[in-house]
């Protein structure tokens, strides 16, 4: 692990004497008129570029509500040293900004599927839906028929632009799945979950059979040209993957026998298919045309678990920037959408520590990004697609750490020597969630759903009941395993539920490129592709609507 993160989190995680705390900026009236100042001619000086893209980038932090985003940027400049509030993300920077409302059509609180089909469609549906409209019934496959939603990504290969997914969770998952896939149900990933005589196929299949299906429609084009991530067992049959397609331990989940790693490399001339970061690593963009990479069987590892050339792995900054080197090579141009998909999952976990390492992680691959393409033919977005029930609180001072337990000011406004308590006596953290399995309530008995670990991390002990003093048990965990202290600490959630939920809050858009001063106020979240769109002016017929 990263030297700076085990620094922060045991030298400051619980501390309570504030003269540890990172020394604050010279902050004097003068600077903040200045500063104040200086962000209006900034806003009156910012480029509106007025011509047509040749590329889009589509960003998505899974689960990345506001408070995830205050929370990483603290978390980020904190790990530099600083009081980490003044701090910004790589995407806060740019210079236009806008919040976009996330429900679905059936839903006050959104999931990933509905809402990544609006922004990558145009069109709002029903919760677990992929690139479906909501007059499908969900489940049912028949109905599918006929209500396909043409995607961006399926425009952009009719216009003979290159195109590609990048994302931290399975590929198959809803976010990635929602740009080349059509389904009624998000988890028919595999073909072993799929109904008795289904006319839609699983999402893996979709993705290696894009250029046959769209030939059965009158298209002749060549599939994405990148789909990196995780998601191996969707690939592979039942039983032992051939250890060159396979890591060890691997297991497939087909049950039709089709090895579609083995159907991509023989689809295409200059193919390649990856499952390491050695691999990975080896691949040269100049001499490859169609790159399929798969890391894990199902999601990546947290960015918080990743250990360097033990991670077995690419981070998300170098699947980005390998992405961009494969698919700048079309002159027409390229669609590419990249997702950070574990920040999501490490919220539903209860576990902020993991969420805020993969937040920063998707803020360093943008930034890389952003320094490697040309900006006046580049179009990128940036935003979640719903927010979580992720909680900042507690009046904190300045520079306390955004890990750690609450210490306040006293009535002078100066910090205190002690931790802020509740009415139990007991000190409590900064973040925390609404709902979650971080629920300690007041009986020594949990319910069923408590007695193991969630499924998004990996196994340690049930929680106890009642809210122990964080303050003696972070002592105790760090003493004994410094990096458990970070890694398993559950912040509390006010109600019991296995799996933290999704917040039904708007969430962030930011912007920067060709057409990118159009984005402004609360837009509902479909204006996101047709933003897009726009920026692209490609003139492509929608096929599922043609007569």
């Known amino acids: 692990m990263n030297s700076r993160y085990l620094l922060l989190g045991f030298s400051l995680l619980f501390c309570v004497n504030a003269k540890t705390a990172p020394d604050l900026p010279n902050e004097s009236p003068e600077y903040w008129r200045e ?125 003979g632009k290159s195109t590609g997914v990048v994302s931290t969770a399975r590929i198959t998952h809803a976010t990635p799945a ?177 969420a805020l390492r993969d937040a920063i992680e998707f803020s360093e691959a943008i930034q890389a990004v952003v320094d490697k393409v040309n900006l006046e033919e580049t179009l990128i977005v940036v935003t979640a697609d719903h927010s979580h029930v992720f909680t900042m609180a507690g009046y904190p001072i300045r520079g306390n750490n955004i890990l750690g337990a609450v210490v306040g000011n006293d009535w002078k406004g100066e910090p205190k020597d002690d931790f802020s308590r509740d009415l139990l006596g007991k000190p409590y953290t900064t973040l925390g969630y609404a709902n979650g399995p971080g629920y300690l309530g007041a009986s020594d008995s949990q319910p069923e759903g408590f007695k193991t670990f969630p499924h998004h991390m990996k196994q340690v002990e049930p929680n106890r009941g009642g809210r122990p003093d964080i303050a003696e048990e972070f002592e105790l965990s760090i003493e004994q395993n410094k990096r458990r202290a970070l890694l398993y600490h559950l912040q509390d959630s006010c109600i019991p539920l296995g799996s933290e939920t999704h917040g039904g809050e708007d969430v962030g858009v930011w912007a920067i490129g060709p057409y990118a001063h159009l984005l402004h106020g609360t837009i509902e979240q479909h204006v996101i592709y047709h933003l897009m769109d726009f920026a692209l002016g490609l003139e492509v017929a929608d096929p599922f609507t043609a007569e």
Not at 82 to 94: H, I, P, T, V
Not at 200 to 215: C, Y
Not at 337 to 344: F, L, V
Request: charged share 30%; proline share 3%.
């Open 35 to 159: 500063s104040g100042k200086a962000a209006i001619l900034d806003a009156l000086n910012a480029p509106r570029i007025e011509k047509k893209a040749k590329n889009v980038i589509l960003f998505i932090g899974d689960g990345m509500g506001i408070s995830t985003v205050t929370a990483s940027r603290i978390l980020d400049g904190q790990l530099e040293g600083r009081a980490g509030e003044e701090n910004l993300l790589s995407f806060e920077k740019f210079p236009y900004t806008a919040l976009a409302k996330t429900y679905n059509t059936n839903q006050q609180t959104p999931d990933s599927a509905g809402t990544m089909t609006a922004m990558v469609t145009g069109v709002k549906t029903k919760a677990g839906f992929i690139s479906v409209n909501q007059r499908v019934g969900r489940g049912d496959a028949e109905s599918t028929v006929g209500n396909e939603l043409f995607t961006l990504l399926e425009k952009a290969e009719i216009a």
């Open 178 to 354: 929602s740009c080349y896939a059509h389904s009624p149900e998000r988890n028919w990933e595999v073909n072993s979950v799929l109904p008795e005589s289904s006319p839609v196929k699983d999402i893996a299949a979709q993705l290696i059979d894009f250029p046959k299906d769209w030939k059965a429609r009158g298209y002749n084009l060549d599939g994405l040209e990148v789909a990196i991530g995780g998601g191996r067992a969707s690939f592979f049959p039942k039983g032992e993957i051939d250890e060159e397609f396979s890591r060890e331990g691997d297991e497939g989940a087909r049950t039709d026998g089709r090895n579609l790693a083995k159907e991509w490399i023989d689809g295409y001339k200059k193919s390649a298919y990856v499952h390491d970061a050695e691999s990975f690593s080896k691949i040269n963009p100049k001499k490859i045309d169609h790159l399929l990479g798969l890391f894990e069987s199902s999601h990546m590892e947290y960015e918080a678990d990743r250990e360097g050339d033990d991670a077995g792995e690419p981070s998300l900054t170098e699947m980005s920037i390998k992405a961009v080197d494969i698919l700048q090579r079309n002159k027409k141009g390229y669609f590419l959408m990249i997702e950070a998909g574990r920040i999501d999952h490490a919220h539903h976990a209860g576990n902020a520590y993991r």
